[in-house]
């Protein structure tokens, strides 16, 4: 008899073990489904980012038109690795109230900031905002290139996505007055 109570509470110390590691094999497997998906969802997004384009002869031409155009400049600093940069860029390209909004108010740049270009000439100019805030970061400029407002990202998103009314209040914010 004591045998079996020997046995019996052998095995139930043994029971969580084996619940644990099913539980964190369980979990491991969540994380790699997980990013699987997060990596087909961004082959699948465009790529707005150019990693050979000279950053700053760019920005001086935007300038120019800015002015020609009485626009501000959007700059959404990040690159073709960062899936929030992707989203972002999807999301007003195809919510057609944000992409009429910027349209209409911005010359709009995609700031390439990755291992192979960082740009550290240009973003040492607008104080590494990327730094700070992590990417996507937004510079906004204004028609003359002086940087006039650094926006977060993070307080943008919703879920897996952002927010439709705090995305179009922050370029409502940071368009020219006309």
């Known amino acids: 008899m004591k045998r079996i109570v020997m046995n019996l509470a052998f095995v139930g110390l043994l029971l969580p073990a084996f619940s644990l590691a099913q539980t964190t094999a369980e979990a491991e497997a969540a994380k790699i ?63 057609p109230e944000l992409k009429n909004l910027v349209d209409e108010n911005y010359i709009y740049y995609h700031l390439n900031y990755s291992p192979k270009n960082k740009n550290e000439k240009i973003f040492a100019q607008y104080g590494n905002p990327g730094e700070k805030y992590g990417y996507p970061v937004f510079i906004v400029l204004d028609k003359t290139g002086k940087m006039i407002h650094t926006q977060d990202s993070a307080v943008l998103e919703e879920g897996k996505s952002y927010s439709l009314d705090k995305v179009k209040a922050f370029f409502e914010a940071w368009k020219p007055k006309k």
């Open 33 to 95: 489904e997980a990013k699987k998906k997060a990596e087909e969802e961004k082959a699948a997004l465009p790529k707005p980012y150019n990693e050979t384009e000279n950053a700053e002869a760019k920005i001086a031409e935007l300038v120019k038109k800015a002015k020609k155009e009485n626009k501000n400049i959007m700059l959404q600093a990040g690159g073709n690795w960062c899936i929030w940069c992707l989203r972002f860029n999807n999301f007003v390209q195809t919510t």
